[in-house]
């Protein structure tokens, strides 16, 4: 059992024996059959004190939780996604499907801790004071799937992203001497087969599944985006042609909304996109 006796010895042990510097007042409490742990993380560099968050540990069963979950509960961090946390208080430590990188059934609390967590709370120190990410960014949600898994694959094409992992989850059957979804000409076999397999061995099937749905939507997000800017550009088109009274007002980049708006169409999320200042 996860949250037997022997575990949350196990678990005090590795604390107290790895941790004394940068989680020395720690609780240990069970709530609806999870084990918590909270405490203050000290971020220690070289023997000098950067800054303080107070965290809670919800440890993994591995049926419904894979990895910890970390909270901030200390309101020191601003509840959005661009600080990579959740309205919740939940942190965004790593793409979720990535979290056999970080942690396994024999991965060690102060391992995980000393590694992930810690780096995220370093970084989150850093951009308060600088307005970086110093050890860089994924995006969020839909965008996020999408970037993990086309930089995971190699692949730009959200279709056949979408097509390779529904191969996963049998749900899309690609025969290993047909061409490669990719568009590199080379069979299956010889081109993303090895890389999917070791998907399959890595991540959960209910991960997968999850990430098909949010590139699915980003997908879709794409398409209304490109409707969008073709429906802009023969919009502003038309003003100029016809020296429309409204061109003062709507021929402008950082007015796209109003006018997509004028004619009749919605912008699609600020995620899809990066508007020009």
């Not at 971020?43 to 000098?48: G, I, P, Q």
């Not at 790593?94 to 391992?111: G, I």
């Not at 209304?224 to 061109?247: R, S, T, V």
């Amino acid at each position: 059992m996860l949250n037997s006796n022997d575990n949350i010895k196990r678990i005090e042990s590795d604390i107290k024996d790895n941790l004394v510097n940068i989680f020395p007042n720690y609780k240990l409490t069970l709530r609806n059959k999870s084990l918590l742990i909270s405490g203050v993380l000290i971020l220690l560099v070289d023997n000098k004190i950067i800054d303080r968050y107070l965290i809670e540990i919800e440890m993994p069963d591995m049926e419904t939780r894979f990895y910890p979950v970390v909270k901030e509960i200390g309101n020191k961090i601003p509840k959005i996604a661009d600080r990579h946390i959740n309205s919740n208080g939940t942190t965004c430590l790593f793409y979720p499907d990535n979290y056999k990188k970080y942690y396994n059934r024999k991965t060690k609390l102060s391992e995980f801790i000393k590694g992930p967590i810690f780096t995220y709370f370093i970084a989150q120190s850093y951009f308060e004071i600088t307005g970086v990410w110093v050890f860089g960014e994924l995006n969020h949600n839909e965008f996020g799937a999408y970037e993990f898994y086309s930089q995971k694959l190699g692949v730009k094409d959200p279709q056949a992203i979408t097509i390779f992992l529904n191969f996963l989850l049998e749900k899309h059957n690609i025969k290993k001497n047909s061409f490669c979804v990719c568009g590199s000409l080379k069979k299956f076999k010889n081109c993303h087969y090895r890389k999917l397999i070791k998907i399959k061995r890595e991540v959960p099937s209910v991960m997968i599944e999850n990430s098909v749905k949010k590139i699915v939507k980003f997908a879709n997000g794409m398409k209304d985006y490109i409707n969008g800017q073709n429906k802009l550009k023969e919009a502003i088109a038309q003003i100029k042609k016809n020296n429309d009274p409204f061109k003062k007002i709507f021929y402008n980049e950082n007015s796209a909304t109003k006018l997509l708006h004028f004619i009749g169409t919605k912008f699609p999320p600020k995620i899809y996109f990066k508007r020009k200042n």
